[in-house]
């Protein structure tokens, strides 16, 4: 229904790129020239996207394929209602992959191998938990669009194309929908997801565990699972 989790992980990696003790490194691009890393296993589909994503728009804008990486991560979490969020272009692309990262291994998730490639950038616990839990709420609305759509198939036994990958392409400039793709299911992001985390332990949440497993995120959960308001500005700032 959506690769929204994708380019934003993507997204997040390229960032990650950045080293907080010399100041060099992403968000630059080489995350393209990364794929075969294991910790971006999976995420060869965003790469694709972005790809066609820079083409399109090059018809009529100069722009790198860092840039667009960074606008897709942001319309990954506008798709599902964040608010706008203000994604500086005019980056210069890397040539070459970026050998000294550390990135999040998305396919091998653990407190400490989160908490070091946040900490390579400078940064730490409360972007951690901004981060992961807008890709926990992608998660959420995605399940849940597919949920209700595969409930309307069978009410109208009709077939399962509604369900296909439907990636958001900006092709032109007019009505948001027109620009970015229309948003993903209700459009409701928020809080649901950490309260969620919280009611269930993160069960069977392997990002969810990431958050609670570590006390300094933990009490981020604990504040926005009441606090709707504070995680959206916080995600869009």
Do not use: C, H
């Amino acid at each position: 229904i959506t690769i929204a989790p994708i380019l934003l992980k993507l997204s997040i990696n390229d960032a990650l790129g950045y080293n907080a003790e010399d100041q060099e490194g992403g968000p630059d691009g080489s995350i393209q020239y990364e794929m075969d890393r294991p910790e971006n296993k999976g995420l060869e589909k965003g790469i694709e996207i972005i790809n066609n994503i820079k083409k399109e728009m090059q018809r009529t804008n100069v722009i790198s394929f860092a840039d667009v990486t960074a606008f897709a991560g942001s319309e990954a979490l506008e798709a599902i209602g964040s608010g706008r969020i203000v994604v500086q272009v005019g980056r210069f692309d890397a040539t070459k992959p970026n050998v000294k990262s550390t990135i999040v291994p998305w396919n091998d998730l653990s407190k400490d191998s989160v908490n070091l490639a946040f900490e390579k950038s400078g940064l730490g616990a409360k972007e951690i938990t901004v981060l992961f839990g807008g890709l926990g709420e992608i998660n959420r609305v995605v399940s849940e669009t597919i949920s209700s759509k595969k409930a309307a198939i069978n009410e109208e036994d009709e077939d399962d194309e509604s369900l296909d990958e439907e990636p958001f392409v900006p092709v032109t400039f007019g009505k948001r929908d027109d620009i970015y793709g229309a948003k993903v299911g209700k459009g409701d992001i928020g809080s649901k997801y950490f309260s969620s985390l919280l009611k269930t332990n993160a069960a069977n949440d392997e990002i969810g565990r990431i958050l609670l497993d570590d006390p300094k995120t933990k009490e981020y959960v604990k504040k926005y699972s009441t606090n709707e308001i504070a995680f959206i500005k916080d995600l869009t700032d």
